[in-house]
Nanobody
Framework: VQLQASGGGLVQAGDSLRLSCAASGRTFSVYDMGWFRQAPGKEREFVTGITWSSGGTWYADSVKGRFSISRDNFKSTLYLQMNSLKPEDTAVYYC??????????????????WGQGTEVTVSS
């Protein structure tokens, strides 16, 4: 499975941005997908995830109510709609995919494939 993230950019606080992650290859084997982010000088952190078949979602508390994850099965594309962006959302955002269900999808180690990352910068 190959993942290609896009949609990052420079925005102002309060703006919205939508990230995309196009999956190719053995996409039928994908079980869960997620978004992670890594801010400068910080560790990578979980943002949100989705079970590909059922559409069940889960979010980090820091983005709940502002971010929304979705997927388009026909296009094999994952989306992250980010609203009410804050400077602390500045990070490189990565999409990831797992091909087997695991106990928790909030850990990076639960994912088998990663995209290259797309940078989001939110100015105050």
């Amino acid at each position: 499975v190959q993942l290609q993230a896009s949609g990052g950019g420079l925005v102002q606080a309060g703006d919205s941005l939508r990230l995309s992650c196009a999956a190719s290859g053995r996409t039928f084997s994908v079980y869960d997908m997620g978004w992670f982010r890594q801010a400068p000088g910080k560790e990578r952190e979980f943002v949100t995830g989705i079970t590909w078949s059922s559409g069940g979602t889960w979010y980090a508390d820091s983005v709940k109510g502002r971010f929304s994850i979705s997927r388009d099965n026909f296009k094999s594309t994952l989306y992250l709609q980010m609203n009410s962006l804050k400077p602390e959302d500045t990070a490189v955002y990565y999409c990831a995919a797992s091909i087997v269900p695991r106990a928790t999808m909030r850990a990076g180690a639960s994912y088998d494939y990663w995209g290259q990352g797309t940078e989001v910068t939110v100015s105050s």
